[in-house]
């Protein structure tokens, strides 16, 4: 199974200039009093993108300045971003670089072993007509898109199309970058309320982990040919596979959705049955960890959405699929059934003891 290595390097490697943007992670706050204390000095629980730092962080896989923050808002340059780029995603680097690659990267340079390895692979290329890489300036989220769907495109996932909605400033992207971003989009690796995807801003430490966190989820889920999960009933669900599953020895406890999975049964060729101990409620999500790894499937309940609706009418129980409104019809007609045996009891009472 495919082991992925982001380790976002110290001082000397990623000391960027700071984003004057919008605060994306609260660095005043002081955490240390909760609980749970600081995911780093300058990160605390609940902030954005918090989630997806403190699980890079967990796994190995992230680490921060040698003073212990994690400086979020600092934007990242495209040196640092060739860096990660072979950490995170398996791309040998060469230990040694016998020739100048670009003629502002010498073979002695700093970053030159990462950016042949990144160039190589076709995962990065240079600017301006490809006459310079230019190690040291700002990473825009547009380059960041076309960066990232390569690296999809070169593990061979199919480019997700028809989810997420419609980038609403596509325009305001080169078109080189275009179908990227739409592609980013639609596997969900970025996410905006608005329907914007801001292509010429800067992108922070904090956004690149949170995509490559994402980046990591879509091939890890691939590998594994997960395709879709639906909910049975608010405890049991169907995870469905694009492949032939029956000859894998599955482990319940691979398996996390929320609570304890109490059972996992192959109920066909392509998809499992889990069962937890959980009960998904009205507006609450889930999403599927395997082997203590995030997957991009993931589930939320909503009213108008009832796989089954199990109803006891005098004993007999009855599984009835429908929506929030059938729901409502049947608990009405069950109240008024149940009403109605009390009174036919009490009635059947009163003449006996006649």
């Not at 780029?85 to 010498?106: C, G, H, K, N, W």
């Not at 980038?167 to 992207?173: K, N, S, Y």
């Not at 109803?311 to 149940?338: C, E, H, P, Y």
Request: charged fraction near 25%.
């Amino acid at each position: 199974m495919r082991k992925n290595f982001l380790v976002l390097s110290l001082a000397g490697a990623l000391g960027a200039a700071a984003y004057s943007g919008p605060s994306e992670v609260n660095a005043t706050y002081d955490c240390h009093h909760d609980i749970m204390g600081p995911i780093f000095e300058d990160v605390c629980h609940g902030t954005t993108h918090s989630s997806e730092i403190r699980e890079m962080r967990d796994r190995g896989i992230l680490t921060g300045y040698s003073d212990g923050n994690f400086h979020p808002n600092e934007t990242i340059i495209r040196g640092q971003v060739a860096t990660l780029m072979t950490r995170a995603f398996d791309i040998p680097v060469p230990d040694t670089v016998s020739e100048d690659l670009y003629p502002d990267v010498s073979s002695s340079h700093h970053y030159a072993p990462v950016v042949k390895a990144v160039t190589d692979a076709g995962i990065m290329t240079g600017r301006e007509g490809n006459s310079v890489f230019d190690t040291g300036v700002t990473l825009h989220r547009q380059q960041m898109a076309s960066i990232l769907m390569r690296v999809l495109d070169m593990n061979d996932v199919e480019r997700a199309e028809g989810n997420g909605g419609q980038v609403t400033d596509l325009d305001d992207a080169l078109a080189v970058h275009q179908d990227n971003i739409q592609a980013l989009q639609a596997h969900g690796i970025t996410q905006t309320t608005d329907g914007t995807f801001r292509p010429m801003e800067p992108v922070s430490r904090s956004q690149m982990a949170t995509f490559i966190e994402r980046t990591l989820a879509v091939l890890y889920t691939d590998e594994l040919g997960l395709q879709s999960m639906e909910m049975v009933d608010p405890y049991t669900f169907n995870i469905h596979f694009n492949r032939d599953i029956r000859d894998v020895e599955w482990d319940a406890d691979d398996f996390r959705l929320r609570g304890n999975t109490e059972h996992l049964e192959v109920i066909d060729d392509q998809t499992l049955q889990i069962r937890t101990d959980y009960r998904l409620n009205y507006g609450q999500a889930l999403v599927l960890y395997y082997q203590d790894q995030r997957t991009t499937l993931s589930y939320e309940r909503e009213r108008s959405d009832i796989r089954n609706v199990n109803v006891d009418i005098n004993g007999a129980r009855v599984d009835v699929s429908g929506n929030s409104q059938l729901t409502l019809m049947i608990q009405v007609f069950t109240l008024f059934w149940k009403v109605l045996m009390v009174l036919r009891k009490v009635q059947k009472k009163g003449l006996d003891c006649k």
